[in-house]
């Protein structure tokens, strides 16, 4: 694999970062998923503008314009043969000695992409259907921002993968249900609402979210934005997630109670057809 890294173009076992970098001591460090089918970007836009908004929040230096940042994206498209997959970027505040403090002004941020080969429009998931496991949401307070503290959500796909799900929804100590371990969560009620919860620091939001809430509305669904309970959830008709790699994916089980028949609901199912047949038309 040819992988990006500050400025140079290379091989993967040559590409190299400081021990210092404040990504790796500090978590101090941002990242974007954009999803590529047929060698092109889905949502590239939505990513940039988000990855604006984590470098805001964090007061970090952009270490490129969206149209470098589009130009990178595509050469390593074409430098690595990618037809479907992902492409991972990574901003961080730099390396410099080890401190609390940021380093100084015009410390050079370190900037790096590597591409992933992964199925995302066929996948068995979508088929039968994700069974998720809850766990207590103790992530910190800014979830909003794609910070790469990933260590809780590893947990806890961890824990839901040790009690047989697929992956954790997450859960605050109101008894609320946050998001999933690295996607939104969804449920549709048996009035054929859909829920989601409302956007705050509580979650990251989703780029997928976005579009996918949009085309509900356009399709004339019901759309609530508003926090739901695990107990609700369990009774919903219909459980899904959506992320930029999952797309809309179906959940069909929580914490081993089956939600409708126990196999992927027709809205979500729906819903992942008219989100794919959007994002690949507008795919750039
Ligand atoms: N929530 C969390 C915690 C995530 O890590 C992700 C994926 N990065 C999402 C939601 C989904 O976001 P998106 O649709 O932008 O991939």
Same mark, same amino acid.
């Given at each position: 694999?040819?992988?990006?890294?500050?400025?140079?173009?290379?091989?993967?076992?040559?590409?190299?970062?400081?021990?210092?970098?404040?990504?790796?001591?500090?978590?101090?460090?941002?990242?974007?998923?954009?999803?590529?089918?047929?060698?092109?970007?889905?949502?590239?836009?939505?990513?940039?503008?988000?990855?604006?908004?984590?470098?805001?929040?964090?007061?970090?230096?952009?270490?490129?314009?969206?149209?470098?940042?589009?130009?990178?994206?595509?050469?390593?498209?074409?430098?690595?043969?990618?037809?479907?997959?992902?492409?991972?970027?990574? #901003?961080?505040? !730099? *390396?410099?000695?080890?401190?609390?403090?940021?380093?100084?002004? =015009? /410390?050079?941020? +370190?900037?790096? %992409?590597?591409?992933?080969?992964?199925?995302?429009?066929?996948?068995?998931?979508?088929?039968?259907?994700?069974?998720?496991?809850?766990?207590?949401?103790?992530?910190?307070?800014?979830?909003?921002?794609?910070?790469?503290?990933?260590?809780?959500?590893?947990?806890?796909?961890?824990?839901?993968?040790?009690?047989?799900?697929?992956?954790?929804?997450?859960?605050?100590?109101?008894?609320? #249900?946050?998001? !999933? *371990?690295?996607?939104?969560?969804?449920?549709?009620?048996?009035? =054929? /609402?859909?829920? +989601?919860?409302? %956007?705050?620091?509580?979650?990251?939001?989703?780029?997928?979210?976005?579009?996918?809430?949009?085309?509900?509305?356009?399709?004339?669904?019901?759309?609530?934005?508003?926090?739901?309970?695990?107990?609700?959830?369990?009774?919903?008709?219909?459980?899904?997630?959506?992320?930029?790699?999952?797309?809309?994916?179906?959940?069909?089980?929580?914490?081993?109670?089956?939600?409708?028949?126990?196999?992927?609901?027709?809205?979500?199912?729906?819903?992942?057809?008219?989100?794919?047949?959007?994002?690949?038309? +507008?795919?750039?």
């Amino acid at each position: 694999r040819i992988v990006y890294v500050n400025g140079s173009y290379v091989p993967e076992e040559e590409a190299k970062v400081s021990v210092f970098d404040r990504a790796f001591l500090m978590a101090d460090g941002i990242y974007e998923v954009t999803t590529v089918v047929g060698g092109k970007l889905i949502d590239f836009a939505g990513h940039m503008a988000r990855l604006g908004r984590s470098l805001a929040a964090l007061k970090m230096t952009p270490p490129a314009d969206t149209e470098a940042l589009l130009a990178i994206h595509r050469e390593l498209v074409v430098r690595n043969g990618l037809d479907e997959g992902l492409i991972y970027l990574q #901003v961080s505040r !730099g *390396s410099a000695d080890r401190d609390f403090s940021f380093p100084p002004e =015009g /410390t050079p941020p +370190t900037l790096v %992409l590597f591409t992933q080969k992964v199925a995302v429009l066929e996948r068995e998931s979508v088929r039968s259907g994700i069974k998720v496991a809850s766990v207590p949401d103790l992530r910190w307070g800014l979830r909003d921002i794609k910070t790469v503290q990933l260590l809780y959500p590893s947990m806890a796909k961890m824990e839901a993968k040790s009690k047989g799900a697929d992956d954790a929804w997450m859960v605050e100590s109101d008894g609320t #249900v946050t998001e !999933g *371990s690295s996607n939104n969560a969804y449920i549709i009620t048996k009035a =054929g /609402t859909l829920v +989601t919860r409302a %956007l705050s620091h509580a979650i990251l939001h989703g780029i997928t979210r976005l579009a996918v809430l949009r085309l509900a509305r356009e399709t004339g669904l019901t759309v609530e934005e508003r926090s739901f309970t695990l107990d609700e959830a369990k009774d919903a008709r219909e459980a899904f997630i959506t992320s930029a790699s999952a797309f809309v994916t179906p959940v069909v089980s929580i914490d081993g109670q089956r939600i409708g028949d126990g196999t992927p609901g027709e809205t979500t199912k729906r819903m992942r057809e008219i989100y794919i047949a959007e994002s690949l038309a +507008t795919a750039i």
